[in-house]
């Protein structure tokens, strides 16, 4: 078998089979993936099956590029002999046109048949699964008659109904989710194709076939009478057997019962904690959900790992415990049970009952108090890491929310106000966690200008000489459209060989895609898994940390390492976390807890002052303070003004950052001295809007 060996960052192997989409080269990639799992090689995450390639995940501290594609080769030399597992068909009832498929008219007459015709046609048709991806559970599909062959829209919709069926060029697909699209929709299904319940989450994999089965309004509407397809929230399919990529059963469930902790039912139990404000965008994250890209679902998990990982630790968890991220402005929280608490990652404006708490320092709460994180002063993501852990519902191995499918943490979304979190119990006592601290010089800095490293590729070679030179050489800046997702990036246009576009494949944590536009886009924590962009590069594992504390503004240049480098990167830095991780287990000094009230009798008072430049929140504040914007945004409105006396924490302005609208609230109570800024006034992050006394 002729094969392309292509790099993906520091951990991520593409196996590249051909350059055409159709069955054979499908199948070829299909009967490779079934062998690669079946020689269980070391290192080896997850595998991610595409139209035309397969994307492999590795753990660079196992195995190296070149030995795991030695390893493949082996195994594609000998991959026709391999059995693939039987298809499953699948029949789709579905509803077309009207409201169900606006666009039925527009396919009908692209293709000058009537809708009758067209609905013939598409349902007469047999459909093969090529890959699943985009969303969690869309399958793209094959099959769809030359004549029914229609240009995707012009402007993608914003939203498409969950079960939407649609056309995109010479392809056929079904939107398990609500989610934006540009696929000519002609019909609907009331039929589940996603279900994160379940160990295998969706009805078909590639290499299934499907076919439409046409339904009138009345019954499609009967059928969301009776649960919405079926009980279990999916298709019947029959049992299906074990399959490829975890060798698990089809419709197989993992058992689902949430603990009554939405509002305050969970209130008066010890492992509890109460959303007073839930912050701008506050998320139960761990390290992740892996073995389920090539269902489309997302890694999700702590865009900082690093950060994360680090306040596990300071609070005696695993390192895969659930804690929260906090971006740019945090939440409000009362605890009602004793607890240790850590925050990480961005330097925050943060206060227990009013004083000022630690960075980077585990602390005690006592029961009843509130801990009350304002803002992110530098960097734009922190972690507040509970011992314990957060204690939400494990789905499809994790507990991390993942928003674009609306599944995992807290029912799938951002925190609100009167949500209550379980915890887990710690495994030490309280007071063997209190006062872990990570050196001074351990910490990060979140400068607003990184340098990244990338290993170049996997589709470097889609770019010119000089689109890859402009690449290496230039200054980026992140603009306002930086989320979970991804980061996109304004400056010198990154020139293609070619068309923008390749065959989809898989995508890489990391991987640096460049549109038509030459604009670079990093994709991070809560990317679709597959994409049809050239990809030039793939920032290595350990610089994502800097990206993820970038604020819009901030500048971006790339450098380029061999994969071997990093490589070794990772290995230094690895080895460098179980250096500090082993520290912080050896509890050793009390000089916060004293603050507290937690310190042994006859402990020096020297001990607990903090040292130069250190907790720089602790210092006493004078009776003037400033308020600032938390991040580069636009004044939408401002809510109060001069000689106004206002509380600590309300609202005195809104304002608009990537694509959001969010409150920026006083720190102190006091009284409104001046207020610097305007509605439609421009703010960068750190900028001083008003001016509080706070001696009244």
Known sequence: MNARYLSAGGSGLIAELGNAICPEVNTQVRALAVG??????????EVIPTYRSLGIEYDPLVTSFEDLARRVREVASRIDSTPLPPPTRLSVPTVYGGTYGPDLSSVAQHADLSESEVIRLHSQATYHVYMIGFTPGYPYLGGLPERLHTPRLSSPRLKVPKGSVGIGGSQAGIYPLESPGGWRIIGRTYLNFFDPRKNIPTPIQPGDTVQFVPVTEEEYLRAEDRGRGTEDGGPRTGDGGPRAGGGKTKGQEIPYQERPHSRLSALGSRDAIEVLRPGI??????????????????????????ALRVANALVGNTQGAAGLEITAMGPQLRFPADTVVALTGAEVDAALDGRPVPWYTSFRIRAGQV????????GLRAYLAVAGGIDVPVLLGSRSTCLVAGFGGLHGRALVAGD????????????????????????????????????????????TDEGRHTFLESVYRVT???????????GPRVAHSGAPDIISDWIPLGA?????????????????TTGGYAKIATVIRPDLSLVT?????????????????????????????RALLAHLARPDMWAYAARLGDVPAGISPSVLEPAPGAFQ???????????????????????????????QGQSLFLVQAMKMEFEVAASRSGRLLQVHVGEGDAVGAGDVMATLDTST
């Open 281 to 306: 965008l506050t998320t139960v994250q761990d390290r992740g959900r892996f073995g389920y890209q090539k269902f489309g679902v997302p890694v999700s998990g702590g865009m900082d790992e690093i």
């Open 420 to 463: 209550v979190l379980p915890v887990e119990n710690p495994a030490a006592l309280l007071s063997d966690l209190v006062d872990r601290e990570v050196p001074l010089a351990r910490r990060p800095r979140h400068p607003s200008s990184v340098r990244l490293r990338v290993v170049l590729g996997p589709q470097d070679d889609a770019f």
């Open 480 to 490: 306002p459209e930086a989320n979970r997702m991804g980061y996109r990036l304004d």
């Open 36 to 45: 690669i799992e079946a020689a269980r090689i070391p290192g080896i995450i």
């Open 617 to 647: 929140a602790m210092v006493e504040e004078p009776s003037r303070v400033t308020v600032r914007s938390p991040m580069a945004a636009v004044v939408a409105k401002v809510l109060v003004g001069t000689g106004a006396t206002v509380a």
């Open 512 to 528: 640096v895609q460049v549109p038509g536009n030459g604009r670079p886009i990093i994709l991070l924590a809560d990317r679709q």
């Open 371 to 378: 801990l009350d994180v304002r803002n992110c002063l530098r």
């Open 549 to 577: 504390q970038l604020r819009p503004g901030d500048a971006v240049s790339f450098q380029a390492v061999s994969v071997g480098e990093a490589r070794a990167i990772v290995r230094e830095v690895e080895a460098g976390l």
